[in-house]
């Protein structure tokens, strides 16, 4: 399981600094951060209720086998658009509020 999570941590990462402008990487980055330590709790909870209700080696191989499998099609087809200015222009809008607050002086 660790593997996979290296993978796709890895290629996250990869993926989302080329998409996001350097002046706003600290924030999306910071609001992925949260995202991820606010929803353990919740992954937790509901891995527990899977392996009680089934075996623990159960769930860990099939939430293993999933995130390898979506980390390996999520390289494939990203491989494709990385470099792709058009890809920047949603996240640049969800920002774009907030620098234009910052801007003014």
Known sequence: MGFSISLFTLLRTTL???MVPKEMQGRFFGNIGLLTLGLQPVVMWLA????????????FT?????LLIFSLA????????IGDSSQSEPIDACFASSLRKEEKP
Request: proline residues 0%.
């Open 16 to 18: 989302f600094q080329t």
């Open 48 to 59: 527990g209720v899977a392996a009680d209700s089934s075996s623990a080696l159960v769930v």
């Open 62 to 66: 099939g939430l293993d086998s999933f």
């Open 74 to 81: 999520w390289a494939s087809l990203s491989r494709w658009s």
